[in-house]
């Protein structure tokens, strides 16, 4: 009797702590991501790709309420005058690349690229996110971007001149990027769909004539249902020595 009320103080704990768990991880969904939503701000990724005019940003959402913006990007064709030249911390790199930032109801008043630790900001910044995979004139590419108002930029935490306040909504250490890098082979797709097709046309018609009631089960199938019940068989068999042992103790 002792052994069956300790187990279920155990699973009850279990329970608890479960529930707590998950009420802090929803409590945790953030103060940012709240403000965007109550305060009826849109999230948007602005690039090269829509020439950053006002009006063209494409939308970020976040409909399942984990505090992450989201949106898959998908570009047909990269177009040649795509790929520009690429600062960091406002001075040239050098370097080319696809760019893009995410900013907040379509302007520029709050926006986020990469982090400028000489002018110590995150958002508003003369530099861009920037795909850093090769991206060439004429690739179809795919790409997810984020704003993620659970963490803070990194970057900017790392900064001793930093000032957080946690209980208010902080803009700047919003922290934005992209991942899903993709790039999509349009002529191997091209090329499956015409074998398929193909094969599809000369096949011959299948046998319709077994009857489905005396059809034999794949051996897969046969398989996985003896094991299933060698499984069940076994749990029952355990369960009976256990209630056996409990009852001979007491």
Known sequence: MRNSKVLKIAVCSALVASLVATAAL???????????????????????????????????????????????????????????????????????????????????????????????????????????????????????????????????????????????VEWEFLYAGYDQFEKVDDSAATESSTETSTETSTAAPADTTQDKDTATPATGDTTSAIALVAVVLASLGTAVVMTKKASSKN
Not at 32 to 60: C, L, Q, R, Y
Not at 67 to 89: F, H, L, R
Not at 136 to 143: E, L, N, S
């Open 26 to 168: 929803s409590v945790s969904a953030s103060k940012a991501t709240d403000k965007i939503k109550n305060e009826g701000h849109t999230v948007g990724v602005s690039g090269t790709f829509t020439n950053w005019e006002a009006g063209k940003d494409i939308p970020m959402n976040d409909d399942d309420g984990d505090g992450i913006w989201e949106a898959m990007i998908d570009i047909p064709s990269v177009e040649a005058d795509w790929i520009t030249d690429w600062n960091k911390d406002d001075k040239p790199t050098g370097e080319q690349h696809f760019q893009f930032k995410v900013r907040l109801d379509n302007s520029w008043n709050e926006n986020w690229a990469n982090y400028e630790p000489e002018h110590c900001r995150v958002f508003d910044c003369q530099c861009n996110l920037a795909i850093k995979e090769d991206v060439q004139p004429g690739d179809h590419i795919k790409f997810r971007v984020f704003l993620d108002t659970n963490q803070m930029n990194p970057d900017a935490v790392a900064d001793p001149n930093a000032d957080l306040d946690p209980s208010e």
